[in-house]
């Protein structure tokens, strides 16, 4: 099998547009505050009080919480299926692979994975995982050893549940 080369692969938002709206303004204006304090003290002159931010921390703030909106508004979860492998990652970290023959049963997952799992992202519940995106249906993965079920969420169900069933086969 040539390489980049899978049966299944879905590239799909973490988080509905509003919500990414919503927490890209909130860093935003987080980051707005430090880059004022570091501007006042440094360039302005401004007096500060005994208990400031001193400007090099109002810095690595600004520049912290800048990297973070970027990374926060370019997140995506990404599933793939190869001849043998099950890869789920979750933009630059977390990438996990999961064996096919160790699978021992694939279902449409029924309920509401953001409402169940309590949000967006990699999401550790009781007795299973997710990978939990904007997209509205799930397929459940149970395994052979024990572990975890894994929940994933998927804009086409069926069409992961067959790559996975035809794959490990």
Known sequence: M???KYRYQEIQPMMPPKMI????????????????MYIAQEFLEQPVGEN???ATWALVIFVGTALLTYYVSRLKITTRV???TLTMSLGVIGKRKFPLDSISSIEVYEGNP??????????IAIKQTGYIGRAPDAVKIEFMNGQRALVVTT???QKLKQSLTESSS
């Open 52 to 54: 400031a931010l001193p």
């Open 82 to 84: 190869s001849n043998d």
């Open 114 to 123: 953001a409402a169940d799992f309590l949000g967006y992202g990699y999401r």
């Open 2 to 4: 040539p390489k980049n």
């Open 155 to 157: 804009d086409s169900p």
């Open 21 to 36: 709206a919503a927490a890209i303004v909130l860093l935003v204006i987080v980051m707005g505050l430090f880059g004022y």
